[in-house]
């Protein structure tokens, strides 16, 4: 596998910088194009554009989980590679994404799993097919990078949800079947009493800022989006409804990348944010001697003078419902619900 020549990386680069988006600040107001919704039956391709599940038994297990949604999986043609810690080259991940996007068979692509790498294959994907064939992307973590940067520079809703190596329980289909199959508009709450151990109190949220904010939701993993910062792969996020999720960091890392979507003015230009589940995510060696990941997110949002609340059921966890990024939606901090205003499909 050949790696990435430095030509061939800024050839990539500049066309993107040169690629207009609904994301763009001229066409902020303008609304996202909706992918083709998916029906039983259809061709869905399956990608690692960032880490690696290369284990044949789970795969195969991949594969059954998208044949239970009543779905064809397709591989990709570097599915299951391998280059360190990556699911193959940066050129063979993006070549898989560019593949799938110009094939006339795949009505949609499922990232296999997160881990990292996304981002580095940003200035290798072919935007100008991806844009002519919109069709649904799945996957949360650093799938985010590609959820930003088709926002940015596709124009069409794609959806944070589960990965297709995530556990798909009955909440998490029943959520993604809703937004993908049927294009509902539900209105989305964290369950109260929810059986899965890793929500920190489930059913419970907290809110930092009480009302109601309309916008277009944008967000993703906190710690992918702060990694985009000052790079040409992120929409406009003026009006929007910022949603954020992570896993594994300190408060005191939370509070550092908090701190520079603050510097960077993100956050002085939405109109509300909501923060999911973060497991994992309490300050080393227990509570003592340093602040709470509530008490950090408070710091940070309460001042905003916007709605905001934590505890949306979103994030590194086994349940989790999924939010179509572009479309408008509507959120209620007092009550912790978002209110989705459009289909993400058409």
Same mark, same amino acid.
């Given at each position: 596998?050949?790696p990435?020549?430095?030509?061939?990386?800024l050839?990539?680069?500049?066309?993107?910088?040169?690629?207009p988006?609904?994301g +763009?600040?001229?066409?902020?107001? +303008?609304?996202?194009?909706?992918?083709?919704r998916?029906?039983?039956?259809?061709?869905?391709?399956?990608?690692?554009?960032?880490?690696?599940?290369?284990?044949a038994?789970d795969l195969?297990?991949v594969?059954e989980?998208?044949?239970?949604?009543?779905?064809?999986?397709?591989?990709a043609?570097h599915?299951?590679?391998r280059?360190?810690y990556?699911?193959g +080259?940066?050129r063979?991940?993006?070549?898989?994404i560019?593949?799938?996007?110009a094939d006339?068979?795949?009505?949609?692509?499922?990232a296999?799993r997160?881990?990292?790498?996304?981002?580095?294959i940003?200035?290798?994907?072919?935007?100008?097919?991806i844009?002519r064939?919109?069709k649904l992307?799945?996957?949360?973590?650093?799938?985010?990078?590609l959820?930003?940067?088709? !926002?940015?520079?596709a124009?069409? %809703?794609?959806?944070?949800?589960p990965?297709a190596?995530?556990?798909?329980?009955?909440?998490?289909?029943?959520?993604?079947?809703?937004?993908a199959?049927?294009g509902? %508009?539900? %209105?989305?709450?964290t369950?109260?009493?929810?059986?899965?151990?890793?929500v920190?109190?489930?059913g419970?949220?907290?809110?930092f800022?009480?009302?109601?904010?309309?916008?277009?939701?944008?967000?993703?993993?906190?710690?992918?989006?702060?990694?985009l910062m000052?790079?040409?792969?992120?929409?406009d996020?003026t009006?929007a409804i910022?949603?954020?999720e992570?896993?594994s960091?300190?408060?005191?890392?939370?509070?550092?990348?908090?701190?520079?979507? !603050?510097l !960077?003015?993100?956050?002085?230009r939405?109109?509300g944010?909501?923060f999911?589940q973060? +497991?994992d995510?309490g300050?080393?060696?227990g509570?003592?001697?340093?602040f709470?990941?509530?008490e950090?997110?408070?710091?940070h949002?309460?001042?905003?003078?916007?709605?905001?609340f934590q505890?949306?059921?979103?994030?590194?966890?086994?349940?989790?419902y999924s939010?179509?990024l572009?479309?408008?939606?509507?959120?209620? !901090?007092?009550?912790?619900?978002?209110?989705?205003?459009?289909p993400a499909?058409?």
């Amino acid at each position: 596998m050949r790696p990435v020549d430095r030509r061939t990386w800024l050839a990539g680069m500049g066309a993107m910088l040169a690629t207009p988006a609904w994301g +763009s600040a001229a066409e902020a107001a +303008s609304a996202p194009v909706k992918p083709p919704r998916l029906r039983p039956g259809d061709t869905v391709g399956l990608i690692e554009p960032a880490g690696f599940v290369d284990d044949a038994f789970d795969l195969d297990l991949v594969r059954e989980t998208i044949r239970a949604m009543g779905l064809k999986p397709k591989d990709a043609p570097h599915l299951a590679g391998r280059y360190g810690y990556l699911a193959g +080259s940066d050129r063979d991940r993006a070549a898989d994404i560019n593949a799938l996007y110009a094939d006339p068979d795949v009505r949609a692509v499922f990232a296999v799993r997160g881990g990292w790498g996304c981002a580095r294959i940003l200035p290798l994907l072919d935007f100008a097919t991806i844009r002519r064939h919109p069709k649904l992307l799945v996957g949360f973590s650093d799938i985010t990078a590609l959820h930003l940067a088709f !926002a940015a520079k596709a124009g069409f %809703t794609t959806v944070h949800g589960p990965n297709a190596s995530s556990s798909w329980g009955q909440f998490s289909w029943d959520a993604f079947r809703a937004i993908a199959f049927d294009g509902a %508009t539900p %209105t989305l709450s964290t369950p109260a009493g929810h059986e899965d151990r890793l929500v920190q109190r489930a059913g419970r949220i907290r809110t930092f800022r009480p009302g109601v904010a309309r916008g277009r939701l944008l967000g993703g993993n906190l710690s992918v989006l702060a990694a985009l910062m000052g790079t040409p792969w992120l929409p406009d996020f003026t009006g929007a409804i910022l949603f954020i999720e992570d896993v594994s960091e300190q408060p005191y890392r939370i509070d550092r990348m908090l701190t520079q979507l !603050a510097l !960077a003015g993100l956050l002085g230009r939405v109109k509300g944010v909501i923060f999911g589940q973060c +497991s994992d995510c309490g300050p080393a060696g227990g509570s003592y001697g340093g602040f709470t990941l509530s008490e950090v997110l408070q710091q940070h949002l309460e001042p905003l003078g916007i709605p905001a609340f934590q505890g949306g059921q979103f994030g590194h966890v086994a349940n989790q419902y999924s939010l179509p990024l572009g479309i408008e939606a509507e959120m209620d !901090a007092s009550a912790g619900t978002i209110r989705l205003l459009e289909p993400a499909v058409a």
